[in-house]
């Protein structure tokens, strides 16, 4: 597969594992390398609310601008099978998003619990599942002419997303305090 | 517990738990059953399998709803709920595997080749992955627990994963495998609350059997939940 080009299931699925991935480590930065001092500082100035606002927009951008130079370097190295190029850009994009979201907080709550990146994947990973599994069904319609994109399954992860946000500024005060 | 008889002390429920489940067993393996073609006698399972999952979302869900009150109130009584009612609801997520597996070993397998051999096929079912990430979170939710030495925070920050982990959890066991192919009967609506989906003479098994297997299910929790508050008790003398 290193030297073929590989099918588009397997295009697919490859590239969201590796979104995946990327996303973890990413992502998992922004709250674990914070050292107490700063932590402290931003305890001065800051609310909560804003503080994990803040930080799901930072995390956002920073994935959009991942999944962008990714899906560049996917399709400059394995090939470009992609029927719909805009809709599947919006997917990519979408899915970073939700991906970055939910990476972010349980970030917040790993670098809580003072452990390494390890156990934000233990936490992560069955969460994300089912988002995967949507983003993947979504994007073959993008690599068959025919097929087109459910709006439902789209509207369900907006859904997702804005709940996740919701979640996020409703718990973090219970994280922030110690 | 300041008052003389909470909940967990009184005995009416208790009889209640076990008279409905003589009642499920006696009645749910002897009367009669709609003879469905491929199901046969296998759907008596019914009674036993979907209670499993009924039970185990049940516990879920005050497992969460303590987690919710220990943040309102930073009761640790509420964190020690909130932890054993979400290790019975995994121990009633795993039976609801087994019961399942017994199931699908005599409808869905291919009866001409191997269990083995139909085995891949059937484990991509939507409902099997929605049900192990259910088990995979509260599973994650012990590592996180056991991973936090001081208590405080151990049972703030797995409250907060708790909450923010069951509200997940909704979409990914309730809403996502209606919208993929299924064997699971019902994928269109909502299989086993709808009165068109069972057959009126089972539902008067099912509904009892549903509400006995929940409260032994809680009734486990409880003897769970004194135990720790006993031990907890001890160690802090």
Redesign the interface.
Known sequence: MAINEPEDKVWNGLFWVIQLFICINAVAKSFLQESKGRMLYFYTVASPADFVLSKLLFNSLLMLVMSLLSLLLFTLFLGNPIQKALPFIGLVLLGGWSLSL?FS?LAA?AA????NAA?MA??G???I??QL??LM?LSNAAFNPVLTM?V??LL?LGA?DI??IM?AVI?FP??W?? | MANNKSFMQKNWWKIAAVVLLIYTFTAGLLTKIPELPALEQTIRNLYFHVCMWFCMMILFTVSVVNSIRYLRTFNLKYDIYARNYATSGIVFGVLGYATGAIWMSYTWADPNSELAASFSSLTREPKLIGAAIALLIYFAYMVLRDSINDMDKRARISAVYNIFAYAMLFPSIWIVPRMMESLHPGAQGNPALDTRDIDAHMRTIFYPAVIGWTLLGVWITTLKIRLTILKEKKLSQ
Do not use: G, S, T
């Not at chain 1, 809580?112 to 452990?115: E, L, R």
């Open positions: 939910v907080f709550i809580k619990a003072q452990q156990i233990v936490l990973f069955p969460l599942i089912p599994l949507l069904k459910p439902n399954i369900l997702l709940m996740i979640l718990l219970f994280l305090k110690d």
